[in-house]
């Protein structure tokens, strides 16, 4: 079976700080990890994706993830938060087999806050 | 821009009254997905489309149902909403089912049951 754990459901940062978003992944088989973005009583933004090309992604407004197979992590991170960073953040984790081929299946999310 | 809408985006209704969402999308993608967010948890997958087949996730209600009538438009059917429905509904769609295609989000619509 498949699963995401996203360490750590709320995490505050003062703007201009490093942003570090934590998310595991448990999977016997090859992963495609994705980061999505939520903002209040909005849908879900697409921040970036892993398909095994490269091990670090760049996404939009700023954010990479680095794929550590040996950790089994996909952790977030953005060297300097803006004040529009602000919003919950889902790590995803899509199976390349398996029964749960082709779903998307998330972590809890983490609200990130950001303080002037 | 091709995107994913959903509307209404608030929606009302009362317990037991039957209540439609719809999303459309000029994304031209064959699959569409309705998930049910609840309050602080991360989206549920209800059921998806790949064209005109249907595929319902093992655990969702009978009181949910679905209809795809072409390609751009997909509706969520509650049969007979109650408190426990009011949620965020997500509609999303991707070009492919399989892992490496990344899934579009609608808005969203925020249901509450009276």
């Known amino acids: 079976a498949q699963s995401v754990t996203q360490l750590g459901s709320h995490v505050s940062v003062s703007e201009g700080a490093l942003v570090l978003l934590r998310c595991n992944y448990s999977s016997s088989v090859p992963p495609y990890l994705f980061w999505y973005v939520q903002y209040p009583n909005q849908g879900l933004q697409l921040l970036l994706k892993y398909t095994s090309a490269a091990t670090l992604v760049k996404g939009i407004n700023g954010f990479e993830a680095e794929f550590k197979k040996s950790e089994t992590s996909f952790h977030l991170t953005k060297p300097s938060a803006h004040m529009s960073d602000a919003a919950e953040y889902f790590c995803a984790v899509i199976l390349a087999g398996g029964t749960s081929y082709g779903k998307l299946t998330f972590g809890q999310g983490t609200i990130l806050t950001v303080h002037p | 821009d091709a995107m994913v809408i959903q509307n209404p985006r608030y929606q009302v209704t009362q317990f037991g009254k039957p209540v439609t969402l719809s999303c459309s999308q000029t994304l031209n993608h064959n699959v569409m997905y309705w998930y049910q967010q609840k309050s602080s948890q991360a989206p549920k997958l209800l059921f998806h489309y790949y064209d005109k087949d249907f595929n319902n996730e093992a655990d969702t209600p009978d009181n949910f149902q679905s209809r795809r009538p072409n390609t751009s438009f997909c509706f969520l059917d509650i049969r007979s909403p109650g408190l426990g429905d009011a949620a965020m509904y997500l509609c999303?769609?991707?070009?492919?089912f399989g892992a490496g295609n990344e899934q579009y989000f609608g808005p969203g619509t925020r249901l509450t049951v009276t």
């Open positions: 999303a769609t991707s070009r492919d």
